[in-house]
């Protein structure tokens, strides 16, 4: 079965300090057919404007994933953890039995743009936990480059869940295959650009699920410049 997710269908969200599309149900935006996709609960995809952010809030129970496509996101959290993640880094906050977190826009002169992924962890109540990490964009050019995994893999950040998040930059006709595993479920989503995605073409925001599906899953870059996330979860 394969599930499509336009960007269009997903929730809007605009506040003024923030642009936000919700690939599944969060805060204001609950649709009972998009709860999540297994472990996957949110993709929200955030642009922030300069002196805007999110206040400080609390979570439990969820690893907390930020991949900064454009601009700096300031962080501070209730372990005294205090960082900025810029374009190309990949931020893990695993909320434990608990944690207080803020995010800011890093910059007084320009937006911030990221993706916010929360995953279920396979078990609950673990003391809260953080890393980060750079991925250079152009070093995963045409290739697969693991951001994070359950066991740190080929120097991934290392989660609480069976999971995994590879991600790819595509050239215009640049292309690139990936192995679907029936025994697993596939959530393919377009961040940037725009990909042919087999017979299908698929623009920022949109993106396909896979259950029960086998085979090799053909991508080739249509925009001069587009990043693709491939998340691999627990049936």
């Given at each position: 079965?394969?599930?499509?997710?336009?960007?269009?269908a997903?929730?809007?969200?605009?506040?003024?300090?923030?642009?936000?599309?919700?690939?599944?149900?969060?805060?204001?935006?609950?649709?009972?057919?998009?709860?999540?996709?297994?472990?996957?609960?949110?993709?929200?995809?955030?642009t922030?404007?300069?002196?805007?952010?999110?206040?400080?809030?609390?979570?439990?129970?969820?690893?907390?994933?930020?991949?900064?496509l454009?601009?700096?996101?300031?962080?501070?959290?209730?372990?005294?953890?205090?960082?900025?993640?810029?374009?190309?880094?990949?931020?893990?906050?695993?909320?434990?039995?608990?944690?207080?977190?803020?995010?800011?826009?890093?910059?007084?002169?320009?937006p911030?743009?990221?993706?916010?992924?929360?995953?279920?962890?396979?078990?609950?109540?673990?003391?809260?936990?953080?890393?980060?990490?750079?991925?250079?964009?152009?070093?995963?050019?045409?290739?697969?480059?693991?951001?994070?995994?359950?066991?740190?893999?080929?120097?991934?950040?290392?989660?609480?869940?069976?999971?995994?998040?590879?991600?790819t930059r595509?050239?215009?006709?640049?292309?690139?295959?990936?192995?679907?595993?029936?025994?697993?479920?596939?959530?393919?989503?377009?961040?940037?650009?725009?990909?042919?995605?087999?017979?299908?073409?698929?623009?920022?925001?949109?993106?396909?699920?896979?259950?029960?599906?086998?085979?090799?899953?053909?991508?080739?870059?249509?925009?001069?410049?587009?990043?693709?996330?491939?998340?691999?979860?627990?049936?």
């Amino acid at each position: 079965m394969i599930i499509e997710r336009p960007s269009n269908a997903r929730g809007d969200v605009s506040l003024g300090w923030l642009q936000s599309r919700h690939t599944f149900s969060f805060g204001h935006y609950h649709d009972p057919a998009w709860m999540g996709f297994g472990p996957l609960r949110v993709i929200n995809d955030d642009t922030v404007a300069p002196g805007g952010g999110f206040s400080p809030h609390r979570h439990a129970n969820m690893e907390i994933i930020s991949v900064v496509l454009q601009g700096a996101l300031a962080h501070r959290d209730s372990t005294g953890t205090i960082g900025v993640i810029e374009a190309g880094d990949v931020q893990w906050m695993s909320a434990g039995h608990g944690i207080e977190h803020s995010e800011y826009n890093g910059s007084d002169a320009a937006p911030v743009h990221f993706l916010q992924i929360w995953i279920q962890p396979e078990r609950l109540n673990h003391v809260p936990a953080y890393d980060q990490k750079h991925f250079a964009p152009e070093a995963r050019r045409a290739r697969w480059a693991t951001l994070v995994s359950a066991d740190g893999a080929d120097g991934s950040i290392a989660i609480r869940q069976q999971a995994s998040l590879r991600a790819t930059r595509l050239h215009a006709g640049d292309a690139l295959a990936a192995t679907l595993d029936p025994a697993r479920r596939q959530w393919l989503h377009v961040a940037t650009g725009e990909v042919a995605v087999g017979e299908r073409v698929l623009a920022a925001g949109d993106a396909l699920g896979f259950v029960d599906e086998a085979g090799e899953l053909a991508l080739r870059g249509i925009a001069e410049s587009s990043d693709v996330l491939l998340f691999d979860l627990p049936a």
